[in-house]
């Protein structure tokens, strides 16, 4: 079984930006949500990727990755989507030997920044870089589901969103 055991923040500054290795964008478009899971499409890299992630137990939840051609990809789109794409920017950074990856939301969502750190195991002590500010691993504030709604829903969800996050970061 493939595993994801994440930790989720937002983030407060941009003093990450000096460590940053690596950047692509990447559209996210959510096509089904079970018993706490959830499946997506990503384009990410000139390729495509469905997603499928079982329900979360603390840090831990089971992840599979499935390619994609880009006709099935937006087949499935079509068919199964029923909301707006997630666009971001993501940024790799090197933190105390652990990569973290930076989230910078574009379109509506501009100005929201999330940072999520992948680890070997659910105990793995975790140095928390300055500009991680609050976490949010599970809160659904911050959920892709969510993010997604409030810009289908229109701009006064989309800035009860960035609101909370301003609100989270002091920003």
Not at 121 to 134: C, E, L, M
């Amino acid at each position: 079984m493939s595993l994801e055991i994440e930790r989720k923040f937002l983030v407060v500054n941009d003093a990450w930006r000096a460590g940053v290795h690596s950047t692509v964008r990447i559209a996210d478009h959510l096509i089904a949500q079970f018993d706490g899971g959830k499946m997506r499409i990503r384009f990410c890299r000139q390729s495509s990727t469905l997603t499928i992630k079982g329900a979360r137990r603390g840090l831990v939840r089971s992840e599979y990755h499935i390619p994609l051609s880009d006709t099935d990809a937006e087949a499935m789109i079509g068919e199964f989507s029923d909301g707006p794409a997630l666009e971001k920017r993501r940024h790799e950074v090197d933190v105390h030997g652990l990569c973290w990856q930076v989230d910078e939301y574009e379109g509506p969502l501009r100005g929201l920044v999330t940072a999520d750190v992948e680890l070997p195991d659910a105990d793995f002590p975790v140095a928390i870089p300055d500009w991680a500010g609050p976490e949010i691993t599970g809160d659904v504030t911050f959920a892709s589901r969510r993010l997604a709604d409030a810009i289908a829903t229109g701009p006064v969800a989309v800035s009860g969103i960035l609101d909370t996050y301003r609100t989270m970061t002091h920003l």
